[in-house]
């Protein structure tokens, strides 16, 4: 193995200590690398007013791989609440910062797998024939265009000028919004590029085909979102009948998807969506595993940047915790599928095995496997702390 260096982003709240306990599951099987940690989050908005510094754009520019841990996002007036007191003259403006990694590395695809444990006690179970009861196997892995969308910034509040020009030329706004005062009026665009939708597309596709998946679920709302929804559908068709033409395409409706996913989520493999359909669904499939504790991804583009982490938030009462308590397997499986992206495939692999047999044991499990209400006391009551887990997974290893 060669080593190499990883940028290792903490962020905030519990963003820290499920990245050293990640950090702590690396080394003990083998995995050979040196880190240096980056700036990022809230406290360097605080008293920088910059969440995203320079300086680690520069390192991650370098470097290209990152594991990233959790940040803390706040409302715009509360945000301008907690900067410096002598920043607060200077105009700026709180925006997320690992949003603000997305797009200045133009990491496009974004990948969630969701795929259940045997034995893990918050897998999604239903009724079956004669009163039974099925755990039907969760297998899904969704693609999510990661900068485009409802998520690409483009906005308005009171809009002005050529802006609000341009939105009385639409004769659906004249018929809609034409008699509302111009100051009470908000937009948020949802942009798509023919570009990114064909990556994210192709992307998807490629993985099916790659890992054996029979179908493609294509998860948008063009019978209404016609010009997005409608353009990603029609491409998704394109791309299917000349290039992939073995793999079988579904277009569902996100609305109808989410009703599906407790129905027959068995059903389901490769899924791919826009930004916010897509982060809606893979959140729902997350729910089938166990919830955000299980939850990892990747973030990926052409550039060869790529930063891989979990998908829950920075939990900022957990980290004031004097023993955390939380689940470190979604940062765990996020390096899991930074392994698998550097080519270090029999690691990633080791480290999953050595999950599976923690939770199907079911001797150490966190307080979300033991549904328990995620209170200092739960130590007492018999959940593994966020190092015993961790340290349950090194001894399997």
């Not at 900067?83 to 990948?111: A, M, T």
Request: hydrophobic share 40%; glycine share 8%.
């Amino acid at each position: 193995m060669t080593t190499r260096t990883i940028v290792t982003l903490p962020g905030d709240g519990i963003g820290k200590t499920v990245l050293d306990e990640t950090l702590r599951v690396l080394n003990a099987a083998g995995f050979k690398a040196d880190y240096m940690e980056g700036d990022i989050g809230w406290e360097f908005w605080c008293k920088e007013g910059n969440p995203l510094p320079q300086r680690t754009k520069d390192l991650l520019e370098k470097h290209k791989i990152a594991l990233f841990g959790a940040i803390t996002s706040k409302p715009k007036d509360e945000a301008f609440e907690e900067l410096s007191p002598e920043l607060k003259s200077k105009g700026l403006v709180y925006s997320s910062p690992i949003v603000g990694l997305r797009q200045h590395f133009n990491l496009d695809i974004c990948v969630r797998p969701c795929k259940s444990y045997k034995n893990n006690p918050l897998n999604f179970i239903r009724k079956g024939q004669g009163n039974t009861i099925e755990e039907p196997e969760v297998d899904v892995v969704v693609f999510r265009q990661n900068t485009e969308g409802l998520y690409g910034g483009v906005e308005w509040s009171n809009p002005q000028g050529i802006v609000y020009e341009a939105l009385k030329s639409h004769p659906k706004f004249l018929k809609n919004f034409g008699d509302v005062p111009q100051e009470e009026i908000s937009v948020s665009t949802r942009i798509f590029s023919k570009k990114a939708t064909e990556r994210i597309l192709k992307a998807a596709f490629n993985y099916a085909r790659n890992f054996g998946y029979k179908s493609l679920t294509l998860c948008e709302k063009p019978n209404v979102i016609r010009e997005t929804s409608g353009m990603m559908y029609k491409m998704a068709q394109e791309i299917q009948k000349k290039e992939f033409p073995e793999i079988e395409l579904w277009n569902t409706n996100i609305d109808a998807q989410m009703m599906w996913l407790t129905k027959n989520p068995e059903n389901y493999g490769v899924i791919v969506a826009g930004n916010m359909f897509g982060d809606i669904i893979s959140d729902g499939f997350a729910g089938l595993i166990g919830g955000l504790g299980f939850a990892c991804s990747a973030q990926m583009g052409e550039s060869g940047v790529a930063v891989f982490e979990p998908t829950h938030g920075s939990a900022p009462k957990y980290a004031n915790y004097n023993t955390s308590i939380v689940n470190p397997i979604a940062m765990i499986e996020s390096a899991c599928m930074m392994l698998d992206y550097i080519d270090e495939k029999t690691l990633a692999t080791r480290i999953r095995k050595a999950i599976a047999e923690v939770i199907s044991e079911g001797k150490v499990m966190t307080y979300d496997m033991l549904k328990m209400k995620g209170t200092p006391q739960v130590i007492e009551n018999g959940a593994a702390s966020t190092a015993q887990m961790a340290d349950e997974i090194i001894a399997k290893l």
